[in-house]
T-cell receptor
Framework: GEDVEQSLFLSVREGDSSVINCTYT??????LYWYKQEPGAGLQLLTY?????DMKQDQRLTVLLNKKDKHLSLRIADTQTGDSAIYFC???????????FGSGTRLQVQP | DGGITQSPKYLFRKEGQNVTLSCEQN?????MYWYRQDPGQGLRLIYY???????QKGDIAEGYSVSREKKESFPLTVTSAQKNPTAFYLC?????????????FGPGTRLTVL
């Protein structure tokens, strides 16, 4: 199967920027997604980027896409304690309309 | 309010018992999905359905069964054949038209086998 890879843990101080990285596998992926999961809850879609874009900005969130290296990153500006959660990147596997998720990056924001 | 509901939030099961997890959506989405999440891991696809009365196996379908008799509902049965069923189960739905696979998730059901 496909493997979407993420680092497991990131700790930042409140007010700093956070950068969460992801390596995906399918160069033909049309859209790539970032989801947020708070403890004991379902996943919430944060943002997505179309594969013909290099960057997408949405308020405090900036997504960067490097198609050559199949690298996706999510930058959170002015990180707040409410941003503490697990962040998943996801891509659609070839041939079906599900999503393949990375293992998630746990973001810890220290006051 | 439009959304996806899952029930119950917590479920306990004895070994050897089948148990059914509920998933309902009022988003008018054609496609529905079941994922399993284990601690420190991403989501793994169990089953998905793109239309009523049709569904396909995902990556870890063994020991699970589903039905899709109504557009709004996609229940998951965890059978006694599932060797390690303790996990967090997430249901999702999406449209089937267009290029995006944007999925909307329910709050999850945590299943514990005693």
């Amino acid at each position: 199967g496909e493997d979407v890879e993420q680092s497991l843990f990131l700790s930042v101080r409140e007010g700093d920027s956070s950068v969460i990285n992801c390596t995906y596998t399918d160069s033909s992926s049309t859209y790539l997604y970032w989801y947020k999961q708070e403890p004991g809850a379902g996943l919430q879609l944060l943002t997505y980027i179309f594969s013909n874009m290099d960057m997408k900005q949405d308020q405090r969130l900036t997504v960067l896409l490097n198609k050559k290296d199949k690298h996706l990153s999510l930058r959170i500006a002015d990180t707040q304690t409410g941003d503490s959660a697990i962040y998943f990147c996801a891509e659609p596997p070839p041939g079906r309309r599900a999503l393949t998720f990375g293992s998630g990056t746990r973001l810890q924001v220290q006051p | 309010d439009g959304g996806i509901t899952q029930s119950p939030k917590y479920l306990f099961r004895k070994e050897g018992q089948n148990v059914t997890l509920s998933c309902e959506q009022n988003l008018n989405h054609d496609a529905m999905y079941w994922y399993r999440q284990d601690p420190g891991q991403g989501l793994r696809l169990i089953y998905y359905s793109q239309i009523v009365n049709d569904f396909q196996k995902g990556d870890i379908a063994e020991g699970y069964s589903v039905s899709r008799e109504k557009k709004e509902s996609f229940p998951l049965t965890v059978t006694s054949a599932q060797k390690n069923p303790t996990a967090f189960y997430l249901c999702a739905s999406s449209i089937t038209s267009g290029r995006t696979n944007e999925q909307f998730f329910g709050p999850g059901t945590r299943l514990t086998v005693l």
